[in-house]
């Protein structure tokens, strides 16, 4: 019998997620030793303490140079780990969000932490697959945990419906996914993506349509968990009806595990086959997107429904650096701001580089501003208006700025920080994304990116002009005050702030991450 | 005519036949235990197919597991007998047609299939094909990244079950 040759080099890229699951067991285990009126504040310190030190072993093993492990099932490079260091950070101000939601429903449960806990370690195990299979089972695990979070509380119609959706849907694309991998495995007799590279031309030239069939069902699959249009429906209607710390979860881990997958399978692939298809695949997608997003964000008042809609947009220029990684020469004579400072490499090797840090900036930047959008906003909703439809309604933000100016400080800069305005983190990461757009020769995509931006400002600004401009409505409820979401938004401003006009300390991780491996 | 032809004759008869039972048995529990058999010889086909793992969970599984969980169903929802067939409407002859037309095509397909032998094994490879050895040899050594992830997919489904099947939280 031959056993594999396993070192610990091979466990590497597992720390941040066995962390996660280990942290997991523990809420699972403790659990049953508490009874009902236990009281269970030390679960949420136990979730943030557990997604520090797996952001904390992600950050350590981004400076180890990328590697196959587990026989190239999955593989150890920058980009993953720097992807997982996202996922901890979304999943550390989520749960600290989480606290006072739960207490005020009165549903405090380790469950809910350790299915949190979960989630975030199958994004993990996501970013790092190389291998068709290896990838659905992981894409499964986060999934899985996601409908289960959807539908944690009960209590009226909409979870029940948010759930119902998220699950039959969610299924379906998976099944979308197995199926294009299916067919890919067929022409090329593998499920390795590195493996698959070299057969991949000559099915190409036997069985085109096989091929085709095959990248397009897998695109569709992550497009819909990406939530792009037109593969967006469920998005809406999902993210409301969820508890707002879970919509928060999954607005910023469950995407950026998504992009990690769909960069890593198209890349790789992508190297056997004519990058055409995958650039018309992508720039088609953004362009929808991103349109599509901003416009039927207008009309919300809403406020989650709307940031629902703003997290579709957001995919869209998110897919504007996908389409990017693609080009075959950069334009060089639409160089935005001066030459690079990236160095080495040919002039398509430098503007994929760019692509991706920019990709990966954007994901960390709107995970630190959505998530504080969803914190805020379960800090102003209440569970009696849920059934009335108006626990999120803009006029909950009427005043905001009398009652409580720290909050209305804090929701501002998120909103701005969405809308892309400066000196936000959410302008360094549009400029990055359109910059590399713009290098890349897709001039007009990043038009249109930037022209939407413009038409989504008049809805985030609406949100500051309710907080800031309106009376405080007659009636309104005194807000709790709770350490635990005051935090959260003190975090998230302090990141989107800081980061936006000093992005320099983390640049430095951005130039090593954007190092994928098979590059 | 070997031994092995007239088992498969036997047992593809036999699995017809009895899943022609669970469409045709009106009452539901007839048609659950028209389907344990379908399973059961299923497993015989697998068998003469040389995939004695396959045969194996196919009865452990899906005849064992799977098909007490169906009666369970059809017991505690306390089905009677179904009605009786009724007029034909649109939707129903449309149903059949489409049906009958898919199998057409289906059967034009695979009548195109070039008939190819089966590969050629060597001696140690026809001992060890498709048995629980070479399976777990491969699960454990090769697939053990993807499989230790089941594993955590497992687990997460069933926390998640319990999450979503408790009355109140």
């Known amino acids: ?519 | 005519m070997n031994i092995e032809l007239i088992l498969f004759g036997a047992f593809a008869l036999l699995t017809l036949l009895s899943a022609g039972l669970v469409i045709f048995a009106r009452s539901p529990i007839n048609s659950a235990m028209a389907l344990v058999s379908t399973f059961f010889f299923l497993a015989g086909l697998y068998v003469l197919l040389w995939a004695h793992t396959v045969a194996v969970l196919q009865v452990l599984v899906y005849a064992g597991a799977i098909m007490v969980l169906f009666l369970f169903v059809i017991m505690l929802l306390n089905l009677g007998e179904s009605p009786t067939r009724g007029r034909p409407t649109l939707a129903r002859v449309a149903g059949g047609v489409a049906t009958l037309g898919f199998l057409v095509v289906l059967g034009l397909a695979l009548s195109k299939l070039p008939v190819m032998a089966p590969p050629a094994m060597s001696g140690a490879e026809a001992a060890t094909f498709g048995t629980m050895a070479s399976l777990g040899q491969t699960i454990f050594t090769q697939w053990l990244f993807p499989f230790e992830a089941v594993s955590l997919l497992l687990l997460v489904a069933m926390v998640g079950a319990v999450v979503v099947a408790k009355s109140r939280i």
């Open chain 1, 1 to 519: 019998m031959n056993l594999p040759n396993l070192t610990l080099a091979d466990f590497l890229p597992l720390f941040p997620a066995i962390i996660m699951v280990a942290g997991a067991s523990v809420l699972l285990l403790s659990e049953v030793f508490l009874s009902a009126t236990s009281s269970r504040a030390y679960q949420a310190v136990l979730t943030v303490v557990t997604a520090v030190a797996a952001g904390f072993a992600a950050l350590t093993a981004m400076f180890e140079p990328a590697h196959e492990v587990f026989l190239g099932f999955g593989v150890l490079d920058p980009f993953s780990s720097f992807l997982t260091f996202v996922v901890c950070v979304g999943l550390a101000l989520a749960a600290l969000s989480s606290v006072s939601f739960l207490r005020k429903r009165g549903a405090e449960r380790g469950e809910f932490y350790a299915l949190m806990l979960f989630a975030a370690a199958g994004m993990s195990l996501l970013a790092m697959s190389n291998e068709l299979i290896t990838l659905f089972v992981n894409l499964e695990v986060l999934s899985i945990a996601t409908y289960a979070l959807t539908s944690y509380l009960r209590r009226g119609t909409r979870p029940s419906e948010a759930g119902f959706k998220y699950f039959i849907l969610g299924a379906f694309s998976s099944a979308v996914l197995l199926y294009g991998s299916a067919l890919l495995y067929g022409a090329t007799g593998s499920t390795k993506l590195t493996d698959m590279v070299g057969p991949l031309s000559g099915a190409l030239a036997a069985q085109p349509l096989l091929v085709y069939a095959g990248l397009i069902l897998v695109g569709a699959g992550f497009a819909f968990k990406v939530a792009a249009v037109p593969f967006h429906m469920w998005t809406p209607d999902v993210y409301e009806g969820a508890p707002t710390p879970v919509t928060a979860l999954m607005s910023a881990g469950v995407k950026a595990a998504a992009f990690a997958a769909l960069v890593r399978v198209f890349l790789t692939l992508g190297k056997g086959i004519d990058p055409h298809l995958p650039l018309v695949l992508f720039s088609v997608l953004a362009f929808l997107t991103m349109v599509a997003g901003n416009l039927l964000a207008i009309p919300q008042r809403n406020v989650k429904r709307m940031l629902a809609y703003s997290s579709i947009a957001h995919a869209g220029y998110l897919l504007v650096g996908v389409a990017a990684l693609f080009v075959t020469g950069p334009g060089e004579q639409f160089r935005l701001l001066g030459p690079s400072e990236l160095t080495g490499g040919t002039p398509v090797d430098l503007a994929r580089a760019q692509a991706l840090r920019g990709i990966l900036f954007y994901l960390l930047a709107y995970t630190f501003s959505a998530v504080g959008a969803f914190a805020m906003v379960s800090a102003l909703e209440r569970r009696e208006d849920e059934e009335k439809g108006t626990a999120w309604d803009l006029e909950r933000f009427s005043g905001l700025a009398q009652r409580r100016p720290g909050y209305a400080v804090a929701m501002a800069a998120f909103m701005l920080s969405l809308g892309g305005i400066p000196p936000t983190i959410g302008f360094m990461s549009k400029l990055l994304i359109f910059q590399s757009a713009v290098d890349s020769g897709l001039v007009g995509l990043a038009i249109v990116g930037v022209l939407s931006s413009a038409a989504g400002v008049y809805y985030y600004l609406r949100v500051v002009v309710y907080m800031f401009m309106r009376p405080v409505p007659e009636g309104a409820q005194t807000l709790e005050r709770s350490w635990s979401t005051e935090l959260t938004l003190v975090l998230s401003t302090a990141a989107v702030v800081v980061l936006g006009i000093l992005p320099g300390p983390i640049t430095a991780w951005l130039q090593q991450a954007s190092r994928i491996f098979g590059l």
